[in-house]
């Protein structure tokens, strides 16, 4: 919570401190084309900022510029095209305020400009320069000119990470070719195995015609597998493919996937597996599988999790909404043995159900 406020805080000085300064002074540019290696810089607040974060800023900074403030802008920029700060500050600000069909015409130039001329940018991901309302004819342009780039930047990593920004909701399969590219060229870098398997989830396997949801869920497991190379997190993966399955409401798939967890040597998995698969037994009317699967997630395989930061009580409290009380004991006592320094809290809370209230268990876990 604390690191969620000092971020928010630090967010809006950052903001405060790109409308106050970035116009009255000389803004360094990189120089053009200088793709995979663009530089950081120190901020007016002297705190070390990446090129992406102020991208962001600089959009979030021309929402609020008047309208004269732009015009200057327009002015500078026409002068000196490089002037790339200046650009992405007038396309925040048209995305924002523009209402006339030149304001729509000057944010299709600086948009287009900016992606032919720097798709290196970490603006050109943003999503202000992706889509164009109402644009139809700017839109395909955008897409014109990311295929070009793709062809005469084939080599060029912040390009093809911007690109697959691009692609990702509008050419899923591309996406999926750019994502494998990219993590050939960062193989350690765990976002790309995590936005292949975001990919899979919100789109399917592109050229994959796999109506049944459970062989759906292992070929998306073993392709995001397959871009994992970290030990650990090859480990954990079924278990997050799983857990963002059953978020999303896919119990099917979060059930194949909690299954191929369970036979994984990642210490989570008694309990993280049992606890999905008897949550979603639970949404499919299986009661006795739920009890049961409560009841695996407490045997000794799951003492290595429980004993360091107590069980999960996530399945035990559906259960106990659905007058499961037995079982909940049950566990509770098992929970015992694994649990010795939690002994306290497991005593108060089956006190709690045996005398028919419905105890506090805080975080619940997974």
Known sequence: MLRATFRCILFLALAASVNRYSFGRELQQRHPRQSSNISNGLDALGLWQPESVRAILLLYSGKTVS??????LESTVQKTPEKMDERVVLIGYYSANGKTSLDRTRLRAHVLWMIE???EHPATAE???RDLPDDIQGNAEILRLWRKNLQSHEDDLAVLKNAEKFFFGKDPAEADRLIHRISEKEPGNPEWPNELAQLYRMFGIPGQ??????????EAYTRVLALTRNPTAREALAGEMAQAAFKMGDFTSAAELAKI??????????????TILGRVAIRSGDMPGARQYLLDSSKPQAEKQVSLSGPTMVLAKELLEQGEREAVLQYLDSCLSLWPSGENVL????????NGKTPNFGNLGF
């Open 67 to 72: 309208k004269p403030k732009a015009e200057e």
């Open 117 to 119: 001329n720097h798709p």
């Open 127 to 129: 999503p202000s320069l």
């Open 209 to 218: 015609h796999i109506d049944d949801p459970a062989p759906r869920a292992r």
């Open 261 to 274: 967890y369970l036979h994984g040597k990642d210490r989570t998995a008694p309990q993280r597996a049992n």
């Open 347 to 354: 005593q108060m809370w089956i006190a709690d159900i045996k």
